[in-house]
């Protein structure tokens, strides 16, 4: 009798659903998952936007369509969800969950704090709300060296800098993503200009502003906030029945935690302030030490981020990009759903 491995599951935020994820859904999850598309697409069709299956059915992909706010949410979270059912439960034990900025919302429904098709509600409902704030966007910006080190002094000038630029008249400018190697400044565009001026040189990449995107996790996110407290009730909320780490590195106990309070954070704290996401993968390492993490789709381009999250901690020796690597040849600490010969390690 096989002992199955414990794992830790990343839910990815935006940006993850991309060309090459296009049909990917209907491909993966169609057959067996019928009846769960079908209900997320008669959720977009009461709504009056088009169906999961029209839009992860398309001819070609649309930077213009498909990163939309409103399109890009439901779609990832289709996939995130369909992946997470696809785990073989014989093989792993899943002991909590968490993700990345949006990807909370694809985490409640994960950790039965939501069902899953409440959680699709949920998600649609944000990538619309996500819409609503002042002008403003994200930009990102690389922290470490090519071999996922801390270049030395950096994080704390961008820091500085992105304090500064915060109090001038007319700025506004905050940390939104914490993502290890990777940090995500959002603001006004006026704040946001000041960043590209004045950035220090960067490692690996030049700053770059994330298409599509608005002020997340700021205070410019306020209209967002409010519209989610109207729309979406209190009776969408249980208590998880997995354990649930959140932008914050706070945990919500498994059957302990308050519904109401889950919401508030859900729709508080958790969209007009920072995401650490880097302290939540590194939290619930430390707690519940799994033997993997497994990354579902779409795409695998939070794994980086999570990579260097491990190494922030020197977690089980993983200190840098070349052991992370060597760990990988060798027993996969990191799970991707995306990439074919992991899933299949995952899905049996």
Do not use: C
Not at 103 to 122: P, Q
């Amino acid at each position: 009798m096989s002992v199955r491995k414990t794992a830790l599951v990343v839910a990815p935020g935006r940006g993850t659903y991309g060309k090459g994820e296009l049909g990917s859904i209907a491909r993966l999850h169609g057959a067996r998952f019928a009846d769960l598309i079908a209900n997320f697409d008669a959720q977009r069709t009461e709504r009056g936007q088009p169906t999961v299956t029209e839009l992860d059915g398309a001819d070609r992909f649309s930077v213009a369509t498909h990163m939309r706010g409103d399109v890009a949410a439901p779609l990832i979270y289709a996939a995130t969800a369909l992946d997470y059912l696809s785990i073989d439960r014989e093989k792993y034990d899943v002991v909590a969950a968490l993700g990345n900025s949006m990807g909370w919302y694809s985490a409640l429904a994960l950790g039965g704090a939501v069902s899953v098709e409440d959680g699709f509600r949920i998600s649609n409902a944000m990538g619309l709300n996500s819409q609503t704030h002042g002008p403003g966007g994200q930009i990102l910006l690389q922290v470490v060296d090519e071999d996922w080190r801390p270049v030395a002094g950096l994080r704390e000038r961008l820091f500085d800098l992105v304090a500064d630029i915060g109090t001038r008249h007319g700025h506004a400018l905050a940390l939104s993503i914490d993502l290890a190697g990777m940090l995500v400044f959002a603001g006004n565009e006026e704040g946001l200009a000041a960043l590209l001026a004045e950035a220090p040189p960067t490692p690996g990449r030049d700053p770059l502003r994330l298409a599509g995107h608005g002020p997340f996790h700021t205070p410019l996110m306020f209209g967002s906030s409010d519209k989610a407290k109207a729309e979406l009730p209190h009776a969408l909320f249980h208590r998880p029945a997995l354990p649930l780490v959140d932008g914050r590195g706070h945990i919500w106990r498994r059957h302990a935690s308050d519904p109401a309070a889950v919401r508030d954070y859900t729709f508080g704290y958790q969209i007009l302030a920072p995401y650490d996401f880097a302290l939540s993968v590194q939290v619930a390492v430390r707690e519940y030490a799994p033997d993997v993490l497994i990354l579902p789709g779409p795409g695998d381009t939070l794994g980086g981020a999570i990579a260097q999250s491990l190494i922030g901690i020197n977690w089980q020796g993983i200190g840098s990009k070349a052991d992370f690597m060597a760990r990988q040849a060798a027993d996969p600490i990191l799970l991707s759903m995306g990439r074919a010969e992991q899933r299949a390690l995952v899905t049996g």
